[in-house]
């Protein structure tokens, strides 16, 4: 049997106060719709339809899922007559599924027991119970029986004392809702369809209406406007924390702490205040991290320790960092950077497409980028690798037990052999002997009897 998707993202979001088409503000780093699209398609569905209308041209380019189709809306005259545009794209038998692309916390498994609650026969709304009730459509009984959907501009002021709510999100037999659709009418404060007058159709037809709930009402929680927004973000940002240390992760404090993608952690892990995770990261047993890090698709193994301060960004490459190594504080690992077991990286020493083996150190104020650098190399303050020629990047080879001192600008393609020592202050352009002591420098010179120029008064 088909298991149509439809999801609402055609409205404007007035309240937002921004350029931007509200499903495509950002949640945990992915838009909102993001978040729908991603529930959707752990669905299996058959066929996932989203109905924009505001900024579509923007919505549709920003957003992808597997056999994602749009739909538009244009005008927008109510959740009925968006839906009517998506009426065909549905198969004829089946279940139609109907999500918002505003509520982005809906869980995959509140919303299959949906479905199943519909079993392609029943009308099935996933309702809520909330202290406030303001600006949603109540659910109207007869006993236990649904009777009706009421908005709360046309409720009266009896309806409006009720406190079960319309999520927006229901699952109906897609036959039915066709026929539904086609009936629907405009006479409402507001001159539009709403996709809510349905129930009394289902009612009339002999439809049995039923009702499931999500488990808490974060799931079913809208954005409106930026303040919703923090909140939802807020609570989202607490359930991944309390999920973290639940598996034992020691967070300073699960109020100041942000994943943004995917965060696994092994045993005895460690996080600071204000850290960010964003991406695909991956932390060992033991990892530590300082307070106030950005660490972005990378993977720190066992006993790893980052210093407070310290960006972290593989983008697509990838970060890794080894065994016991020792990052920061203020510290950069850009893409490509590789960090062997042991190795130090310290304050102010920016890091990318560098391969370091173990136990190689960077102290301080030093950049490494396009280079291989062998175990136990001390890299001294102030000295970088100049891997770039305005047109073309090269790589620099530093062998093991390599000393460069500070200040030192080694001009790639170079390679420095084994055991080498390059004396500080040396610009080195061409290939340094292994075990050799190598500097190039200007000659010092002192001049008796200079003195220094004094203002003109």
């Keep these: 049997m088909a298991l149509d998707i439809v999801i609402m993202a055609a409205g404007k979001g007035t309240r937002m106060k921004s350029s931007l088409p509200k499903v495509l503000h950002k949640l945990a780093g992915r838009s909102l719709l993001q978040h729908v699209l991603g529930t959707a398609a752990s669905l299996g569905a058959t066929r996932i339809i989203t109905i924009t209308g505001h900024g579509a041209e923007q919505v549709e380019a920003a957003v992808q899922a597997p056999g994602l189709l749009f739909v538009r809306q244009m005008p927008q005259l109510g959740t009925g007559h968006a839906v009517q545009q998506a009426v065909p794209q549905l198969h004829d038998e089946g279940t139609t599924l109907i999500l918002n692309g505003d509520t982005p916390l809906i869980e995959a498994a509140t919303v299959r027991a949906l479905v199943d609650a519909c079993g392609g026969e029943r009308f099935a709304l996933l309702t809520i119970t909330l202290a406030d009730a303001t600006g949603y459509g109540r659910i109207v009984r007869d006993g236990e029986q649904v009777r009706a959907i009421v908005e709360h501009k046309d409720a009266t002021p009896e309806q409006r004392e009720i406190r079960e709510v319309n999520t927006g999100v229901m699952a109906v037999p897609t036959k039915r809702l066709k026929g539904w659709l086609a009936r629907l009418d405009n006479k409402n404060a507001q001159g539009e369809y709403y996709l809510t007058d349905i129930i009394a159709m289902a009612v009339a037809d002999g439809v049995p209406v039923v009702t499931a709930q999500p488990k808490s009402e974060t799931e079913v929680l809208g954005v409106n406007s930026p303040m919703q927004l923090a909140d939802l973000e807020r ?154 020629d305005g047109a073309n990047k090269h790589r620099t080879v530093i062998g093991d037990d390599v000393h460069v001192g500070s200040n030192c600008v080694l001009i790639a393609p170079v390679v420095i052999g084994a055991g080498a020592t390059i004396g500080g202050g040396s610009t080195i352009s061409k290939d340094a002997p292994a075990g050799q002591l190598t500097v190039s420098r200007a000659k010092q010179v002192s001049l008796e009897g200079w003195t220094r120029p004094v203002k003109k008064r």
């Design 235 to 388: 609570r989202y940002q607490r359930a991944r924390a309390e999920a973290l240390m639940e598996a034992g992760v020691r967070l300073a404090d699960p109020a100041r702490f942000d994943v943004r993608g995917s965060l696994t952690c092994g045993s005895d892990v460690e996080i600071d205040v204000n850290c960010i995770f964003d991406g695909e990261v991956e932390l060992g047993d033991g990892v530590r991290i300082g307070a106030n890090c950005v660490v972005r698709n990378a993977r720190l193994l066992a006993g790893a320790v980052i210093h407070p301060f310290t960006h972290i960004d593989g983008e697509a490459q990838g970060v890794s960092v080894g065994r016991g190594a020792l990052v920061g504080p203020f510290a950069r690992l850009r893409p490509g950077a590789q960090l062997g077991d042991e190795v130090h990286i310290g304050n102010f020493v920016e890091v990318k497409n560098s391969t370091l083996a173990k136990g190689a150190k960077a102290n301080h104020l030093a950049y490494l980028g396009d280079a291989t650098v062998g175990e136990r190399v001390n890299y001294g303050a102030g000295s970088i690798t100049a891997n770039y």
